[in-house]
């Protein structure tokens, strides 16, 4: 393993490069961002409302939102540049209270809003065939997340779907130039976390077409057909964490008391408590962790160094979600075991080594001395 010698960001990362001296693309693209002339992106923001406006018949656009502090950000910058907004969720079977009552405090801010629930049996099916297949708990979460809000658009003509960040151009995956301001079907099949599969890849004895209805979005074509634009907010604005979340806590959002769930944030991937394994799986899958991306992005901002992120990340430890991992398989009624048996079919052996006494460790690892212990060698 090699990491960014600006950010702590592996290159085991996916879609992540180091150049010859050494940073990763995803700190090189953070410094094209200075380049950007944002008085014009703002303006070119106004003249989409502006347009959604002109077309619309009811509602001017849809923004998929979870209550969390970028999709609050997202509807306070819709209301201000006169939209009115149609606010869709995908109701995880995860959801915490917090994010009950920061989803509802969304709301208040004067929206309409759907509270789309998929049938739980059918996500639960989903979910444990995706561990095992994949490794990835979230596949059925991502398919949900873009296909429902984007069905909605196209079912009720509504002109345009206004998403946060451009994920793929914020972590590094690809320069803005190749990801540009619209989430179309390339970019879904690119950067959608969903390892390259759509709905109809699931579908077997178990899953049936009718049961994944809720993940199959429009068809190709259908969105540009109806002058349908799915545009990131953060194309047209500095996205920065920090800034989405000073304006989330002045419009009634609360931060997680306890301190992070996972990563370095409070106010981060805290209103879904199966989020987390998500974000854990990174780790034998990876060698990283949900705090080196979040510490990363930090990092590029200014408000940490590197010297720092290092002490913090040996500080915190793994965070193994051990509650989350419990909550899930209650739900999804399988035992602990089975999840734990299928997290090891996906441990990558190229980078993960095995000592004598069977426990696994990093060799090239950020923190040298990292204690490589735990319930799970892990």
């Not at 059918?122 to 069905?151: D, Q, Y």
């Not at 009634?252 to 981060?268: K, N, S, V």
Request: aromatic residues 12%; hydrophobic residues 40%.
């Amino acid at each position: 393993m090699n990491y960014c010698i600006r950010c702590i960001t592996p290159d085991t990362r996916p879609n992540i490069r180091l150049d010859r001296e050494g940073v990763c693309n995803a700190c090189r693209t953070h410094e094209s961002r200075a380049k950007i002339d944002w008085c014009r992106r703002e303006q070119e923001f106004r003249d989409v409302a502006k347009h959604a406006r002109q077309r619309s018949t009811g509602y001017d656009c849809i923004i998929p939102v979870s209550g969390g502090k970028d999709s609050t950000w997202q509807v306070l910058t819709c209301l201000e540049y006169g939209l009115k907004p149609l606010c869709v969720t995908w109701r995880t079977p995860g959801r915490t209270e917090l994010g009950e009552r920061n989803l509802r405090n969304l709301v208040s801010l004067g929206v309409d809003h759907i509270d789309y629930s998929i049938d739980p049996q059918v996500e639960r099916r989903f979910m444990v065939k995706a561990l095992e297949r994949c490794g990835s708990t979230a596949i059925p979460m991502h398919l949900a997340l873009f296909a429902i809000p984007l069905r909605l658009a196209e079912r009720f003509a509504i002109p345009l779907v206004v998403w946060g960040e451009n994920s793929a151009f914020e972590y590094g995956a690809a320069e803005e130039a190749h990801t540009g301001f619209r989430l179309d079907e390339d970019w879904l099949r690119v950067y959608g976390v969903s390892q390259g599969t759509t709905a109809r890849d699931w579908i077997d004895a178990d899953l049936s077409e009718r049961d994944l209805t809720p993940y199959f979005g429009p068809q190709p074509g259908a969105l540009a057909g109806k002058r349908i634009m799915a545009v990131f907010l953060g194309y047209y604005f500095a996205w920065d964490p920090a800034m989405t979340r000073a304006a989330a806590l002045a419009h009634g959002f609360t931060p997680r008391a306890q301190g992070p769930a996972t990563g370095y944030y409070d106010y981060a991937d805290i209103d879904d408590a199966f989020i987390s394994l998500h974000h854990y799986l990174k780790w034998p899958k990876f060698g990283f962790t949900r705090l080196f991306d979040n510490l990363s992005l930090e990092i590029r901002h200014g408000r940490l160094t590197r010297a720092q992120a290092v002490q913090l990340v040996a500080g915190t430890g793994e965070q193994t979600p051990i509650a989350d991992i419990a909550a899930f398989c209650k739900f999804a009624g399988i035992p602990i075991q089975r999840f734990w048996n299928a997290v090891e079919r996906f441990r990558n052996t190229a980078i993960w080594h095995k000592k004598k006494d069977g426990i696994w460790w990093l060799p090239d690892f950020l923190i040298p001395d990292w204690p490589w212990s735990g319930p799970h060698a892990i």
